[in-house]
């Protein structure tokens, strides 16, 4: 099963055990971004004089992404990147979490907090990362690390996410942050940049 990127960054930012890297305002954030750039690479939308511009409505077969598509064919007018950031980050994550636990690729665990607060977790099966994390976690390292990798465009927008949100910790353990340098270009720096201010923003 091909992953989208909004589920490939969804398992980077959970722990095995299913407890989430991060608030979950950042993580609505992160994975709204990841559908922009998901639209992006399938030529869905791109960014046109600063604008987020809906290029092609038809469903690439990702259905988080494809209502975050449905979302942006449908609104009036089109919007600066962080602002489409911000309309697409409603909720952005349950929907992939459900996705994720429908494939069988984590579980969902609810239980109660002192009997009565409801607390859900999502742990991998038997406690072991997902091999398509594992590999992609590979290349995203080689991308950061490696000044002969030639990182394809998911792997560079995987990496751009997780840096904008400032999760190089969970994303690259032991390396520290200024030796982090991702190669960006177009469409994903552009993005990178709004999910990055979408994200300051709610805290300031």
Same mark, same amino acid.
């Given at each position: 099963?091909?992953?989208?990127?909004?589920?490939?960054?969804?398992?980077?930012?959970?722990d095995?055990?299913?407890?989430?890297?991060?608030?979950?305002?950042?993580?609505?954030?992160? /994975?709204?971004?990841?559908?922009?750039?998901? =639209? *992006?690479?399938?030529?869905?939308?791109?960014?046109?004089?600063?604008?987020? $511009? /809906? =290029?092609?409505?038809?469903?690439?077969?990702?259905?988080?992404?494809?209502?975050?598509?449905?979302?942006?064919?449908?609104?009036? *007018?089109?919007?600066?990147?962080?602002?489409?950031?911000?309309?697409?980050?409603?909720?952005?994550?349950?929907?992939?979490?459900?996705?994720?636990?429908?494939?069988?690729?984590? +579980?969902?665990?609810?239980?109660?907090?002192?009997?009565?607060?409801?607390?859900?977790?999502?742990?991998?099966?038997?406690g072991?990362?997902?091999?398509? +994390?594992?590999?992609?976690?590979?290349?995203m390292?080689?991308a950061?690390?490696? @000044?002969?990798?030639?990182?394809?465009?998911?792997?560079?927008?995987?990496?751009?996410? /997780?840096?904008?949100?400032?999760?190089?910790?969970?994303?690259? @353990?032991?390396?520290?942050?200024?030796?982090?340098?991702?190669?960006?270009?177009?469409?994903?720096?552009?993005?990178?940049?709004?999910?990055?201010?979408?994200?300051?923003? $709610?805290?300031?």
């Amino acid at each position: 099963m091909t992953m989208s990127l909004a589920e490939e960054l969804v398992l980077i930012a959970y722990d095995t055990d299913g407890t989430a890297w991060g608030t979950g305002t950042a993580v609505n954030f992160a /994975v709204a971004g990841a559908h922009l750039m998901e =639209l *992006a690479l399938a030529g869905r939308i791109a960014v046109h004089d600063g604008r987020v $511009t /809906v =290029l092609d409505p038809t469903p690439t077969g990702s259905p988080p992404a494809d209502t975050a598509l449905a979302t942006l064919t449908a609104d009036p *007018a089109p919007r600066r990147p962080k602002d489409a950031v911000n309309l697409l980050s409603k909720k952005a994550l349950q929907p992939v979490l459900d996705r994720l636990v429908e494939t069988g690729v984590v +579980e969902r665990h609810d239980r109660k907090v002192l009997l009565v607060v409801p607390f859900t977790r999502y742990p991998s099966p038997g406690g072991v990362e997902p091999a398509a +994390e594992t590999a992609r976690r590979r290349l995203m390292h080689a991308a950061v690390t490696d @000044p002969h990798a030639t990182p394809d465009d998911r792997t560079q927008a995987l990496v751009a996410l /997780v840096t904008a949100a400032d999760w190089h910790r969970r994303a690259f @353990p032991g390396l520290p942050k200024h030796t982090i340098k991702p190669r960006f270009t177009g469409v994903i720096e552009d993005l990178r940049t709004a999910v990055k201010n979408a994200i300051a923003d $709610t805290y300031t």
